[in-house]
């Protein structure tokens, strides 16, 4: 089938502001969005620029606005967008050129919600324990991808460049949640900042927004009641 | 742009941050191409190998045995000693740095059956995969990934690597690409690890991610390092038809199975005893050879992968990726329909040839080239022989990366900085302007597509000295046609059109070694199949393939290096039935 993809371009290197590029395509309904890009690319304009990597969902690097809503392109079937596809870069995220975002900023409020296992004691000779309902506890959060997806969705981050944004959340949750992590506290205490949690307005756009099927709104709801009740017990 | 660490590592995949984890104390840099959660270690999917024995007996023994057996005798036993034993203490690292390993009932460390894994040197199955749930790779990269944040390494990200730099007999730079801004920067190390991954995008159907381009080998290959045993690649039986998406070994782990077109579950025919679980090679073999004989599903290349037996709750539980994947690419529902599958080319067993410790070997005497290692699939230990069992590259990466690691640790407290060359940046320079300047008006992704064609083609699952041949001279004119590659894209600013022109330049380097390899090697073993030489000769080729480049474009120069054994009279040689 022939499809219009309709594509945002800037190149602040060559180009004072972006514009519109209108592709036409012959593409196979089962074709991925990726695929009509590649197609681009490598056949008409070799100019055109934007990041992919597995082509299969778990990378995380082609995450891009698919007719207003964010998308990893290699997830999207041609089938699915129209006969006319408009793709732009994420919002919330400063264009580097075309479809590219610059991550940096995403990458360091990620590091910042200490995303990774603490624990004090000594490390056991095997594996430490846990069992099938604790590890199911915290099962949603460990799909992230850190695509960005959901954080380019979400009006709060459009407001405010220095919220710390879902995904970190969604990866704080990870470790918050996780019975052999120890560091649930001082997380809690960085969510709990004026940047932290509170800015959620339960818009949902990020749940919508996730490739990965994360009930990410339901994740920041649980850190919230964790930092209300001070702890994840009740939470 | 110049910078000096103790330490560069390129490629931030398991078996580089496994290596950067193992520095506490040394200035070191992490170089990728891409942002370091974007690595291809990302997309396995099923497990990592250790014989924990959670669920039932096993041992680093049995697990030792299979390794050999399964890369049919082509593998370094005392590596494969090393990998088998060391996998154990790895799986505990890992879950000690937080990986979310599947439970079992007391709480220990989940374990599922994985073909060619099998109990007591080749009696059944056994249950030695420990796996989070189907993307065990995905939770290695993020945990590894954390951890690198924990310890507070230093990351260049989106860089390319574009040369090898080797003075006074030691590796001692790499130059590379800063893909956002076209800036080139060299990088004075006293030790470099290249653990940059494969090349399965040589092949049109693949399971591989657009950045598995052969990076590493290609460019340690132009600097005079052999790639050993490049004609031995794996193709993993069961990819998404047409698109080469992977459904993990996992799903016949579980107990899924392969299906013909006359609704036979036809591989209990050919391996009486591990049936579905035979070893990679065999299945495609087998798929293949039902294809050939009409009972591919309708006469056409395809055959199915059946999970319906397995219920909706292991499926769902179990295999939720994977289910994910041919619902969005096939339409197909797995609990209720059967999954249209083909060999997929996955893996690189050869690779830049190394020792136990990831210390890169440049010739048949095993002579290191100092401060260069490599580990993961851009290395060849060789811990997977003629063929790969499934879970043994996460295996690999953690074992021979942590290894890598240590070595280097050492070394840069023994040795200082070699001097660099004079010119460090020319090489680098002269193919970024070269691709810049052309106005040969050769496209591409024409040279790409043609090469992949070919590979498919020619230097598949089946091969014989006809189609290598063919096979060989269509490179060579497409190595000549390469160098007319013409770029729309004149920017510095993250010109993909650029990245991809180089790539293709590393793809093209790592498919001429593998067909001269294959072309070379006149008998079948593991994964390389030759339909006139259809018997494993171990009076003649019981040995490794290294490959050079040669002087001129499309020379190249082979040389052979014994496969090394142990005394023990379980480990030798015997035919391979499963």
């Known amino acids: 089938m022939n499809i219009i993809v309709r594509i945002k371009r800037y190149d602040p290197e060559q180009e004072k502001k972006p514009y519109w590029a209108e592709y036409s395509v012959e593409a ?92 004090h004691d000594n490390e056991p000779g095997t594996e430490r324990l846990q069992s099938q309902e604790q590890r199911e506890r915290y099962d949603e959060g460990t799909k992230c991808i850190l695509c960005g997806a959901c954080t380019g969705s979400c009006p709060s981050i459009w407001g405010n460049a220095d919220w710390v944004g879902p995904a970190s959340i969604v990866n704080a949750h990870r470790f918050i949640f996780d019975s052999r992590d120890q560091g649930a506290a001082e997380r809690l205490q960085i969510l709990g900042k004026r940047d932290g949690v509170w800015r959620c307005r339960t818009i949902f756009n990020c749940t919508d927004a996730c490739p990965r099927g994360i009930p990410v709104t339901d994740l920041i709801e649980q850190v919230k009641r964790a930092i209300v009740y001070g702890g994840t017990d009740e939470a | 742009m110049y910078h000096k660490f103790d330490v560069v590592i390129v490629g931030a995949g398991g078996a580089g941050l496994m290596a950067a984890m193992q520095l ?38 049995w697990h030792m045995y299979d390794t050999v057996k399964g890369g049919d005798y082509l593998v370094d036993q005392p590596a494969a000693e090393i990998l088998s034993r060391e996998a154990i203490d790895a799986v505990y690292e890992l879950e000690h740095r937080g990986l979310p390993f599947n439970r079992t009932q007391d709480g220990r460390i989940d374990q599922r059956r994985f073909g060619g894994h099998t109990r007591n040197f080749g009696e059944g199955p056994v249950r030695r995969s420990c796996y989070a749930a189907d993307r065990t790779g995905h939770m290695i990269l993020q945990t590894m990934y954390q951890s690198a944040i924990k310890n507070q390494v230093r990351f260049f990200n989106e860089f390319l690597v574009l040369d090898l730099l080797i003075n006074e007999d030691r590796a001692c730079a790499v130059v590379a690409m800063e893909i956002r801004s076209g800036e080139i920067h060299t990088f004075h190390a006293k ?176 002579t ?72 040969g008006g050769e496209a591409a992704a024409r040279v790409r597509n043609e090469m992949q064609s070919e590979m498919m083609e020619h230097v598949f699952v089946e091969r014989t000295d006809k189609g290598l041949r063919h096979a060989l001279d269509s490179i060579a004119g497409l190595q000549e046609a390469y160098r007319n590659v013409q770029m ?71 040389d052979y290096k014994d496969v090394v054994l142990i005394d023990d009279p379980v480990f030798k040689p015997k035919e391979r039935k499963y």
Request: with cysteine; glycine share 8%; aromatic share 8%.
């Open chain 1, 28 to 119: 196979d309904p089962i074709d991925r969005l990726l695929d009509a890009l590649n197609m681009i690319k490598w056949t008409m304009d070799g100019t055109l620029t934007y990041r992919r990597s597995c082509a299969h969902g778990v990378c995380g690097s082609d995450a891009m606005r698919v007719n207003g809503r964010n998308r990893l392109a290699c997830k999207v079937l041609i089938r699915d967008v129209g006969s006319k596809v408009t793709i732009e870069p994420m919002l919330g995220y400063p264009v580097i050129k075309d479809l590219v975002v610059d991550m940096d900023q995403f990458f360091e409020k990620y590091k910042s919600v200490k995303p990774y296992l603490i624990n």
């Open chain 2, 24 to 61: 506490p104390n040394a200035s070191v840099a992490v170089l990728t191409k891409v942002y370091p959660t974007r690595s291809h270690t990302g997309a396995a999917q099923g497990g990592v190998a250790a014989a924990l024995g959670n669920q039932e007996e096993d041992h680093w023994k």
């Open chain 2, 191 to 366: 030790s470099i690890l290249f653990a940059t991954g494969g090349y399965g995008r040589a092949w049109r159907v693949t399971s591989n991610a657009f950045a598995c381009m052969g990076d590493g080998m290609s460019i340690a290959y132009r600097r005079g390092v052999p790639l050993q045993d490049m004609e031995m690649y794996q193709f993993h039986p069961t990819g998404i038809y047409k698109v080469g998406v992977l459904l993990s070994e996992a799903a016949r782990g579980e107990g899924g199975k392969v299906l013909n077109g006359q609704s036979e579950y036809f591989m209990a025919r050919y391996m009486p005893t591990l049936k579905d679980l035979a070893p990679r090679d065999i299945v495609s073999r087998c798929i293949v050879q039902e294809i050939k004989e009409g009972r591919g599903v309708d006469g056409k290349d395809y055959v199915y992968l059946d999970l319906r037996h397995l219920g909706a709750k292991v499926i769902t539980e179990k295999l939720p990726d994977i289910t994910d994947f041919a619902r969005n690419y096939l339409g197909v529902e797995p609990i209720t329909e059967p999954v249209p599958i083909q060999p997929t080319a996955h893996y690189a067993m050869g690779g830049i040839p190394t020792d136990v410790d990831a210390r890169v070997v440049v010739d048949a005497q095993w």
């Open chain 2, 368 to 439: 290191p080239l100092p401060g260069f290692y490599a580990a993961g699939e851009v290395a060849c230990v060789s811990v997977h022989g003629a063929n790969r069992l499934g879970t043994n590259s996460l295996v690999d990466l953690i074992v021979f990366g942590r290894r890598a690691g240590k070595h280097m640790a050492k070394f840069i407290a023994e040795n200082d900085h070699a001097p660099l060359p004079s010119e460090p940046e020319a090489f680098a320079r002269e193919q970024v302007e070269r691709l810049y300047s052309s106005t």
């Open chain 2, 488 to 558: 729309q894209d004149k920017g510095k600013r993250f010109n993909t059109e650029l990245v991809e022109a180089i790539e293709l330049g590393f793809l093209l380097d790592c498919a001429e070694a593998t067909i001269h390899g294959a072309l070379a090697r006149t008998e079948s073993r593991g994964a390389h199949y030759r339909l006139d030489y259809e018997k494993r000769d171990d009076a003649n080729w019981l040995k490794h393939t290294l490959a050079y480049k040669g002087t001129k474009t499309h020379d190249v120069r082979l």
